[in-house]
């Protein structure tokens, strides 16, 4: 188990699939964490899974720890099961952006959210959180660059502001100089 800790998820992946392939059980491409990941390759390593026909590569992340456990084996316990919940991928956050691309009010979504997730500690600021989320989706994200790149931009977008004032104070002046009146010219007297 020491050196499953010090795998990657990719290194488990590869793990239990290359023990998979001996013990004709599907593959599978990802797990829901690392603590899973861990449990599936110790449990396909140490004994044989029941009925290897039923069991794909969808099930091994969502299956309760004993069915892969060989008999007598103290199978671990994982934090919780939320899978028939919900769907596959979808949380309080997706179902309540669901709801508000649908159309929905706050209190509304909020009551869904509640009645559909009981253990929920969603609030109407949580709610308000998501339709500002669904309006900007870069929410939140930071955006990647270093503080040079950053400066660049600035330096960029300060390069632009002065181009466009320039702009607007020539031609500022241009009209004013064809909406003021003609000046007068004054004889010069004789000498």
């Known amino acids: 188990m020491d050196d499953l800790k010090k795998m990657s998820m990719s290194e488990l992946i590869a793990r239990y699939n290359a023990v998979a392939a001996t013990k004709n059980v599907a593959s599978v491409e990802e797990f829901k964490n690392l603590a899973t990941a861990r449990a599936a390759v110790q449990q396909l390593e140490e004994g044989p899974v029941m009925n290897t026909e039923t ?68 609030t109407g600021s949580c709610i308000a959180y998501y339709r ?18 950053l400066r660049a931009d600035a330096a960029a977008i300060l390069a632009k502001a ?26 010069q007297p004789a000498a």
């Open 132 to 149: 500002a989320a669904v309006k900007n989706p870069n929410m939140g994200k930071k955006s990647g660059k270093t503080a040079e790149q």
């Open 55 to 122: 069991i794909t590569s969808a099930d091994v992340g969502t299956l309760e720890p004993s069915v892969l456990a060989p008999e007598g084996s103290a199978a671990p316990a994982q934090k919780y099961n939320s899978s028939g919940k919900r769907g596959p991928n979808q949380g309080v956050g997706e179902y309540a952006k669901a709801q508000i691309i649908a159309g929905k009010d706050n209190k509304t979504i909020l009551e869904e959210v509640l009645q559909k997730f009981p253990g929920a500690k969603t």
């Open 162 to 187: 002065e181009t466009l004032e320039a702009a607007a104070k020539a031609k500022a002046s241009a009209e004013a100089a064809a909406t003021a009146p003609p000046a007068e010219t004054q004889e």
